[in-house]
């Protein structure tokens, strides 16, 4: 199989996983407005559970995919694949993304009146006080202050990230057929995307910000997830193989890694015993 055909291939893939994966980032919008009242506290509790879970299945897949189809197997270039892979991958998904989704957005900037409320118990009242003495760096030195944090899950929960990777490595070493669902991945993505927005978000939300949120969501899982779920197995597949033009899986809730498998009837979303 060609270049050219894998490209075609891949492109096809994308376009059938798009709707699934839109679907998950407006369920990852209704767990925002589900937690929306947790507080920043509690949105980095659940942001260190799903980060970690996010790079473990990611290495399971990163270095197993590598294992399978590397002409030479030697564990500390597997480790090496999977760790960083799997770390760039769900950091991208679940940091950076959301990052520059909630810049964009302004959520870490509070309206007008919830400043007032807050600042009769602390310090927002200060920044307010100083805003009133200085005209000339109002809106400036408000904005500094409300800017949105990158939360780098290797960086700041090392201690659970990094035994994650590693783990995730040791079961693709000795397990390198190990299959996850497609449909979990974008699941266990969403929600640490969703957690890290739901940390720099203080905005009170409107239709904007949700609408915005959809988008963010559905480009962070689209972009690292499906890449690392669809073009990174199909870059690797054998020359030989022979693959369709085009996705003939209904049902992509099913696909499992690797990506490449034989499309049966139970994917198809056919019922196998009426047949």
Do not use: Q
């Amino acid at each position: 199989m060609s270049f050219l055909e894998k490209m075609r291939h891949i492109g096809a893939e994308l376009k059938g996983h798009a709707p699934f994966t839109f679907g998950g980032a407006v369920l990852g919008l209704a767990f925002m407005l589900v937690f929306k009242d947790i507080g920043r506290p509690a949105a980095g509790v659940m942001f260190a559970i799903f980060h970690p879970a996010h790079v473990l299945l990611s290495a399971v897949v990163t270095a197993a995919m590598f294992k399978v189809h590397a002409r030479k197997i030697n564990f500390w270039i597997v480790l090496s694949v999977g760790y960083f892979g799997a770390v760039g991958v769900a950091t991208l998904s679940d940091s950076v993304i959301p990052f520059f989704g909630e810049s964009i957005l302004g959520v870490a900037i509070p309206l007008h009146a919830d400043t007032h409320e807050h600042g009769e118990h602390g310090e927002s009242a200060v920044v307010h006080d100083e805003t009133c003495e200085i005209d000339g760096h109002k809106h400036e030195h408000a904005h500094e202050t409300h800017r949105p944090k990158l939360h780098l899950g290797f960086i700041e929960e090392w201690w659970a990230v990094t035994p994650a990777a590693l783990l995730g490595v040791l079961i693709a070493w000795f397990i390198p057929r190990t299959r996850f669902p497609h449909a979990g991945h974008v699941l266990i993505s969403t929600w640490a995307s969703s957690a890290h927005m739901l940390m720099n978000t203080e905005a009170a939300f409107s239709v904007t910000i949700a609408v915005g949120s959809v988008i963010v969501l559905f480009l962070a899982v689209m972009l690292p997830c499906c890449i690392s779920d669809i073009v990174f197995p199909l870059l690797f597949v054998r020359s030989d193989l022979e693959l369709k033009d085009s996705c003939v899986c209904s049902n992509h809730a099913l696909h499992s890694h690797p990506h490449v498998h034989e499309h049966t009837d139970a994917c198809r979303g056919d019922d196998a015993e009426a047949s």
